[in-house]
T-cell receptor, first 116, second 113 residues
Framework: EAQVTQNPRYLITVTGKKLTVTCSQN?????MSWYRQDPGLGLRQIYY???????DKGDVPEGYKVSRKEKRNFPLILESPSPNQTSLYFC???????????????FGNGTRLTVT | SQQGEEDPQALSIQEGENATMNCSYK?????LQWYRQNSGRGLVHLIL?????REKHSGRLRVTLDTSKKSSSLLITASRAADTASYFC?????????????FGSGTQLTVLP
């Protein structure tokens, strides 16, 4: 089944403890992206990747890192999480990396992160 | 960042009624996409309309696009309780950043049985 898989689904951690949220897609998509969703603020893009070893900042990249060593995986790393990073996180992918394409985004089921 | 703004923020209707949601955006687009999100889950792509199209249908969904007014609407006909969800529009801008789709805060649709 074609899907974007995020893990974990729920995560509670403490301030400053490094964590990684994994994202994997099995559709051979070139483009991958991370979003966070907060009440009243909609979805905001954190980082995106056009292809392997090509990543760039979105709207709210501060406090986050990403890597794209393989086409299928795009982990989100929080080196020193803080309470303001408590949020619902989504990974998404699409076939084409080009802005002009019709490729829709395929979303994972989300990771609810709480930082205390 | 370029994003669509959905209106209204919340909409509550009875089962069987039609639901209309609107989207406004700010600049030239290649296409505009609508997504649906069930509570706490990932967004699911519903329908895409290109900038040279004015109307598109998919099942009970009807999307219109008016590029002169920079607006789009999503109509769900004969709504069902299962249509209860948040709906987001995502304009894909014509030029500039490759950041692709950005999203607003959505319209929360509640369909009452």
């Amino acid at each position: 089944e074609a899907q974007v898989t995020q893990n974990p689904r729920y995560l509670i951690t403490v301030t400053g403890k490094k964590l990684t949220v994994t994202c994997s897609q099995n559709m051979n998509h070139e483009y991958m992206s991370w979003y966070r969703q907060d009440p009243g603020l909609g979805l905001r893009q954190i980082y995106y990747s056009m292809n392997v070893e090509v990543t760039d900042k979105g709207d709210v990249p501060e406090g986050y890192k990403v890597s794209r060593k393989e086409k299928r995986n795009f982990p989100l790393i929080l080196e020193s999480p803080s309470p303001n990073q408590t949020s619902l996180y989504f990974c998404a992918s699409s076939l084409s990396p080009f802005p002009t394409s019709d490729s829709p985004l395929h979303f994972g089921n989300g990771t609810r992160l709480t930082v205390t | 960042s370029q994003q669509g703004e959905e209106d209204p923020q919340a909409l509550s209707i009875q089962e069987g009624e039609n639901a209309t949601m609107n989207c406004s955006y700010k600049t030239s687009i290649n296409n505009l996409q609508w997504y649906r999100q069930n509570s706490g889950r990932g967004l699911v792509h519903l329908i895409l309309i290109r900038s040279n199209e004015r109307e598109k249908h998919s099942g009970r969904l009807r999307v219109t696009l008016d590029t002169s007014k920079k607006s789009s609407s999503l109509l769900i006909t004969a709504s069902r309780a299962a249509d209860t969800a948040s709906y987001f529009c995502a304009p894909r801008i014509s030029s500039g950043s490759a950041r692709q789709l950005t999203f607003g805060s959505g319209t929360q649709l509640t369909v009452l049985p």
